[in-house]
């Protein structure tokens, strides 16, 4: 019942405390940054979409991984980041506002690209 409860409640309401403070600390002007030079964004998102799964791919040729296992590889690789990404780059001092930028435009793009990557 603890493991659940931790689980369930209490570990998702800490991720958004933790989300809401780092919410909290950026600014419009983090945000602007970020608009005014997408040269960042586009080469996240170009590397987040496109090279990792190629990477993954590849991998997955090379090891010669079972079918079972490899779709769920190519899974992950085609998958969003999470919002722990974005604690991740405040803890290690870097742009917090290029990352939630990436979070969210990739898991907008995952929709389309999940689909065509794992077919």
């Given at each position: 019942m603890q493991?659940?409860?931790?689980?369930?409640?209490?570990?998702?309401?800490?991720?958004?405390?933790?989300m809401m403070g780092l919410g909290l600390s950026l600014t419009l002007a983090d945000f602007k940054r970020v608009y005014l030079f997408p040269k960042a964004v586009i080469i996240g998102l170009f590397c987040q979409m496109?090279?990792?799964?190629?990477?993954?791919?590849?991998?997955?040729?090379?090891?010669?991984?079972?079918?079972?296992?490899?779709?769920?590889l190519m899974l992950l690789a085609a998958a969003p980041g999470?919002?722990?990404?974005?604690?991740?780059?405040?803890i290690a001092k870097?742009?917090?506002?290029?990352?939630?930028?990436?979070?969210?435009?990739?898991?907008?793009?995952s929709v389309f690209s999940i689909a065509v990557i794992v077919n």
């Open positions: 493991a659940n409860f931790l689980s369930v409640v209490l570990m998702p309401l800490a991720l958004a405390l933790i496109f090279v990792l799964p190629i990477i993954c791919f590849l991998i997955i040729k090379a090891m010669g991984i079972p079918p079972v296992l490899a779709v769920g999470g919002p722990s990404a974005n604690l991740y780059s405040h870097g742009d917090v506002a290029l990352n939630v930028t990436l979070t969210a435009l990739n898991s907008l793009f």
